[in-house]
């Protein structure tokens, strides 16, 4: 992906005479839908600031990405609902079956999972989205029907 130095520059200057680092970086990643290295080295610089610090900020917080997301984002929720009915066997069958890791993106870029603390569908556990759209009571069975139409291209 090509960085466009005025683009960091702009964001970077909408925060002026603050360091507000965190604000910056969620930016960034808005603009590009993850933080690429070269804008990150871009804002270190223009903060200045040690890029291992700004590094450290990103890896604390969850809501960073440093990899660009999947065509398709799958969510599953960890909270305290949907794990005691099954969310953690959703995230293993991911594992297993699709070779994903929550915070990974699939090697032809069509999936992205995350684990998420709570999608707010408590009444539906396990819950998960797939994109905008939320499916409830999810059972592993119904995980490969639930993703199919996402690897075929010609049923979206």
């Known amino acids: 992906m090509q960085i466009n130095a005025e683009t960091i520059n702009a964001i970077i200057g909408r925060y002026e005479g603050q360091t507000d680092l965190i604000a910056i970086l969620l930016d960034i990643q ?9 804008a990150l080295v ?5 903060l200045g600031v040690p890029l ?9 917080y969850q ?41 990974q993106t699939s090697a032809d870029g069509l999936l992205s999972l995350e684990a998420v603390e709570c999608l707010g569908a408590c ?7 797939i994109d905008d759209a939320y499916a409830g009571q999810v059972d592993v069975r119904d995980v490969a029907q639930l993703v199919k139409p996402l690897e075929n291209p010609t049923q979206e």
């Open 63 to 103: 809501a960073f990405r440093l990899e660009p997301p999947g065509r398709h984002t799958i969510k599953v929720c960890c909270g305290s609902s949907c794990h005691h009915q099954g969310g953690a066997r959703l995230i293993t069958l991911f594992e297993r079956k699709y070779g994903l890791s929550p915070g």
């Open 42 to 46: 871009m804002a270190a610089q223009k």
């Open 30 to 38: 808005a603009e590009y839908q993850y933080l690429p290295r070269e």
């Open 123 to 129: 009444a539906v556990a396990p819950a998960m989205m």
């Open 52 to 60: 291992t610090q700004v590094y450290s900020v990103i890896t604390f």
